[in-house]
């Protein structure tokens, strides 16, 4: 592992820095109730099949119609009923109601002032943006990249570099901070940085990060020092 100082720390945002306030579990949940059919599939399989649709969607809710089009199908049910369901879900989830995860505001308040800083997230801007604006992180990062938007998705390199090319930064001086091993550490070693995980749900180890802490508070320590 490279023993470089860091001068560049780049976060992933959701479930790392905010999550929302309402569970997708719970969001759709109602959306079913509101179709009027019983549950079909559990929000696990929307989490699996997300990052598959994110290049070749130009919204949130096109990507979500194909996504829960394609889960219907594969559980042997009509994908218009998908469709329906996912148009019943845009219309019940608010991307401002988001609230900043324990150490969040503090880590950021602290590393702005001592580091160059940036989020790569994938998500399109019409999602990402109004949940920096609820949780009071607009303007804290000096740039945003909105992977399979900008860029290709995470665990490309791209997103990656193209946040370190904003920044000025070198790959070998910085560190990306994620939830997720097959997207943040998978992706942050595929662009050359080093790796700091903050898991947010079990995950099958196929990838070793650099770093695994157990909260952002313990990220105050940087243990890249």
């Known amino acids: 592992m490279t023993t470089e100082p860091v001068d560049t ?13 309402r569970t997708t579990s719970e969001v759709l949940d109602e959306a079913f109730a509101a179709v009027g059919v019983d549950p079909f ?24 119609e194909a996504c829960f089009a394609a889960v219907a199908d594969d559980r042997g049910r009509d994908p218009t009923l998908g469709r329906d369901v996912a148009r019943a879900f845009s219309a019940r989830r608010d991307h401002g109601d988001v609230r900043l995860l324990p150490g969040a505001r503090e880590v950021v308040d602290a590393f702005t002032d001592e580091y160059r800083v940036g989020v790569v997230t994938n998500g399109p801007p019409d999602v990402q943006r109004p949940k920096l604006a609820g949780a009071g992180l607009d303007g804290a990062f000096e740039t945003v990249v909105f992977a399979g938007h900008d860029t290709e998705p995470k665990p490309k390199p791209e997103p990656f570099h193209r946040a370190l090319a904003t920044l000025g930064g070198e790959s070998d001086r910085a ?40 909260s952002l508070a313990e990220l105050a320590a940087r243990p890249w020092h």
């Open 175 to 214: 560190v990306h901070v994620g939830n997720s091993l097959a997207s943040d550490v998978a992706g942050a070693h595929a662009a050359g940085l080093r790796s700091v995980w903050i898991p947010a749900y079990a995950e099958d180890a196929t990838i070793e990060p650099h770093y695994e802490l157990e």
């Open 41 to 64: 599939f559990p929000a696990e399989a929307y989490f699996e099949r997300y990052e598959e649709f994110l290049p070749t969607t130009g919204s949130i809710e096109e990507l979500r």
């Open 9 to 21: 720390v780049l976060f992933d945002l959701d479930d790392t820095l905010v999550t929302y306030n």
